[in-house]
Structures are given as C-alpha cells and as structure tokens.
DNA sequence: TCGTTATTCTTTGGATCCAAAGTAAAGGTT
DNA sequence: AACCTTTACTTTGGATCCAAAGAATAACGA
C-alpha cells in the first residue's frame, strides 16, 4: 500500500492512483471500479470518485460511453501528438520570455542549469543514478522558463499536458547500451538547452520558439522516452 | 434555477456553475462556498465537491492556499496568453492536418461552413441573430480541422484550454456599432477562414499553421471578445 | 433450440452524517 | 489597553447509506 501524506496522515488518492496506472497495476483498456479502487487504497468511494474525474481530466483515465471510467490507451501516435502539443507550448513560453526579457534572477537559475549539465557531461559517461539527476536538472530548466513567464494561462496548459504516463527510470532496466543512448541525448538536449538560452537572453523570440519546439522531440528522436515501448502497444487509441 | 437535463431530470452541476461564474453571479476572486453553491442550484454538496475539482482543473476555480476555492480572475494578459495557447495547438492541428491530407467528407464540411459565411457577407450588414450563428458556423470550423486531425490528444489540449469565461453575445448590449465592428470581424474571419482552408487543401502544412496561429487573434484584434471589459477588470491574476 | 422478456445483481450517483482542521471571537492576563 | 490563549463555530474531507440505472442471467414462450 502507498505511504500516507507526513502531515496529516492522509493518503493522496490522486497521486496513488496515477501511480498504479503508471506502474501497469491497471492496464490500458482496463476498466475501473470505484470500489476496488477503493478497497485496494483502504479508503472508501469518495475521494476514488474525485480522483478519477481529476484523472479523467488530466486525460488518465477515459469515460466510457455507457458506465465508468477505462484506463485511456495511448498509442505512438498520441506520444508523438504530446510532444508537439509540449513543443508548441514550451516554445510560445520560451517566446514570449524572450521578448519580455531574462531577468538576472531567472538568468542565474539557467547558468547554473546550464553549469550542472556541462558537469555531467565532462564525465565522459553516465551512471544510472545520473539519469535521474539529468532528470530534475532539465525539469528545473524548463520549468524555469516556463515559470519566468509570469503567465499561469500557459503555465497550467503545459502542465494540464503534462499527464502522460511514461514510467520513470526506475522501473526499466537500465544496461550500457541504454547509458550509452542516454549519454548522446544528454549531450543533445544539452546543446539545445544551450542555444535556447542564447536566444532567450539575446531577445531572439522566435528563434526560441523555434529551437524549443525541435528540442521538445528529442525524447523521441532518441528513442528514450522511458516506457513507450508499453504505452505504445494500444493499437486503438479512439 | 437553472434547467435540468431532460433525459434523466438531473442537473449539470458543472455546467450550471459554469455558468453562474460567466454571468458573474459568482464574481472573480469571490470565496465559493460548497454548500451556499449547493443549496443555490438545490443539490447535496456532493455534486458540488465533484463540480469544484472539475472546474479548478478547467481553470475557473483556483485552490486558495489554505482552504476552499475561489472564483479565478482572469487579466488582459490572462486572456492574451488563451488566445496564444489557443492559436498555438489550434496551429499544430492545422499543420497536421494540411500534412496528412484533407479526407473529401472533412473538405466537403469546411466548404459548407465557407460557402455559409458567405451567405452572411452577402446581406451586406448583420442583425444580433447572425452573430450567434456566425458563433455557431465558426465554431463547426474549428471543430471540424481538429477533430479530423485524428488526434485525441490535441483535441483534448484544445479543450482543456477552452474554458476562459468570456460572457456569451446575448449577455451584453448589442448596438449599431458593435453589429458594424462585428461585420468587420466576420469579413476577416472568413477571409482567413478561406486562406486556412486553402492551405489545408494545398497540404501546406507550414502555412495553413502560421494562418490559424494569426487567425486566433481575431477575436484581440476587433476587440469583439465579449466581456473583456469585464474579465480584465483584474489587475492581479496570481 | 433460439429468442425474448423479466428478474436479480452489480455499480454508479446523490444525500446525509461524522470527524478534523482552520478561523474567528471572546475572555483573561500582563 | 493590547496581546495572547482558549473556546466556539464555520467549513471542508471522508464514510456510509440509499436510490436509480445498466448489465447479466435465468426463465419462459415460440
């Protein structure tokens, strides 16, 4: 059973939920019931049945036409469809951030995203705990960006998008090929981190959008978009 | 009190709400009650519960920090950054679209929504009624590109990204010059309408984005945005 | 034996109840 | 008189109960 929140000692039945569906306890297609849910999470209906119209909205989970909610299925396809809607909501921030100007503050915070990357990458190869300090590293970039907008509208539509479920690191097995393959993407999306900073503090707004857009495939390009391989089995995403 | 549905005699607690916060029965940054709103609509706090999560999701309710919810004040800004958003995945469908080709079914249903336009430009000056069917015509436009995308994702995107309360024509006052600044609009709504399709047929994917991308700021542009004098009253949106 | 109908069971949606957390107010103390 | 503490009340979150809608199954008729 998931841990309870610290604080008050109450589950988060969203968070839990999201869990299970990430890890395959519910598989895509699968049907959801309100009390097994329920009886699994040791709580009662209620908050499963807030959870699952959260879910629902986040785009987890699928009514179906009659009664209940199914696991949604993503297909390829819709993979492909998150990264360009990512891409091209990543890059109308990194646009409008550009025009408006990178303030010191926010500046600091990509230089230093910036200095950790090129730290990583002097190491010459990776470690599986760096896939995981790759991780928080490009998210607190992007998120910084994003957050430096100042505008809530774009920043809740990225994370309204941002729902997929792609297992973490964790839950893969990671060999030397994988490390290796990870090693080319880091120094990739490094690149592109770098040359979107450029444009960012140089004012150049469209060429941020641009360059934001292209870096948003690069999960795809280098096939390491963990888990695509399980998400990617629906056939029928409809 | 609002109506409830016909089928099962159950009302839409969701819609309902909705639609008291776009009329400004609940103002912006007003504290939201579950059960003053529950007993208003004449429901338990259940539906109401469920109704607050759904909306703080779509954007119209925000989580205060301690406790409750409270109504989401949207500023000038706020509604530059939806239209943005909007043009930005509305551009992505278009792109896809023109990419994958345009099926004959979805060709001959942009060209009835065209060749309807038309019929309205031809009377030379607008009554209220056409405003409400040209709302209409346009929206089957823009629904008939992203749904023939194909892409649930990007469909669902879009959607999430919908739900800004802009007031509905019949809640303002409609005069000779707002009909005058409204045929206007529609001219250059259909004219664009026009090039999209264009585009779309040609498989100019590129094109037929960036014209849905300016498209999208038609509504900024003719300052026809129903009740932006209201939404932008808010000076602080965070 | 197959199809149709009726009955039962499953499952969801809504209402009410209870507990816990937070807020406001009142009273006491310095 | 001002500030702190304690108490009462407001409001939300969770649990349980009840009703209604759907689905499955069984029984009856052709």
Chains 1, 2 share one sequence.
């Not at 297992?167 to 060999?175: G, R």
């Not at 090693?183 to 469209?206: D, I, N, P, T």
Request: aromatic residues 6%.
């Amino acid at each position: 059973m998931p841990e309870k929140s610290e604080k008050n000692g109450r589950l988060n039945v969203i968070a839990s939920l999201r869990k299970l569906i990430s890890e395959g306890v519910y598989a895509p297609g699968e049907r959801l019931k309100e009390l097994h849910v329920a009886e699994r999470l040791q709580v009662s209906r209620m908050p499963v049945r807030l959870a699952f119209r959260t879910l629902e909205q986040e785009g987890l989970l699928q009514k179906t036409g009659t009664r209940g909610y199914v696991v949604r299925q993503f297909s390829e396809e819709d993979v492909l469809c998150a990264v360009e809607v990512r891409g091209a909501l990543e890059g109308l921030a990194a646009r409008r951030l550009a025009e408006q100007g990178v303030t010191e503050e926010v500046g600091a915070q990509l230089r230093d995203c910036l200095s950790r990357g090129e730290a990583l990458l002097e190491k010459g190869h990776l470690v599986k705990a760096d896939i995981e300090v790759w991780a928080t590293l490009n998210q607190e970039f992007h998120r910084a960006i994003v957050g430096a907008t100042g505008s809530r509208v774009i920043h809740d539509a990225i994370a309204r998008n941002d729902h997929l479920p792609f297992a973490s690191a964790d839950s893969i097995i990671i060999d030397d090929a994988v490390l290796d393959r990870e090693y080319g993407k880091l120094r990739m999306a490094h690149a592109q981190h770098q040359l979107v900073f450029q444009a960012l503090s140089r004012g150049e707004g469209a060429r941020a959008e641009m360059l934001m857009r292209e870096h948003a495939y690069i999960g795809l390009r280098y096939g390491t978009l963990f888990g695509l391989g399980e998400v990617g089995r629906a056939s029928e995403t409809t």
